[in-house]
């Protein structure tokens, strides 16, 4: 698939407040995925690991993030790198959207 567009994605709700689009890398000959989420204030992505290493940018909105213990406020146009394996969650301070870029794709986000 060498196009995408978000509004041909049905955003599913993952936990309270969150939102989530994958847009590509959905297909087995993707080494990327691209996942898109819409965020409300005051949501708590947990602290978690998983092997796939991530890039991200925040769209809009702000959130206070931990990655490998380090805590950094993170708002629009700030981005972040998080090595497979680290530990990271976020709480979110204002209603969000999050660009999110991982390898190689995440499996338990293909349905």
Known sequence: M???DEKDVEPKEIMPGVFQQVLSGRDENEKLMMVRYVIKA???FPSHSHPHEQVGVMLEGEADFDI???KK???PGEGY???GNAEHGA??????VVIDVFH???EDFIE
């Open 2 to 4: 060498y196009y995408f």
């Open 42 to 44: 005051g949501s708590i």
């Open 68 to 70: 490998g213990g380090e």
């Open 73 to 75: 406020h993170i708002g």
């Open 81 to 83: 790198s998080i090595p």
């Open 91 to 96: 709480v979110f301070t204002k209603d969000s």
């Open 104 to 106: 190689p794709p995440r």
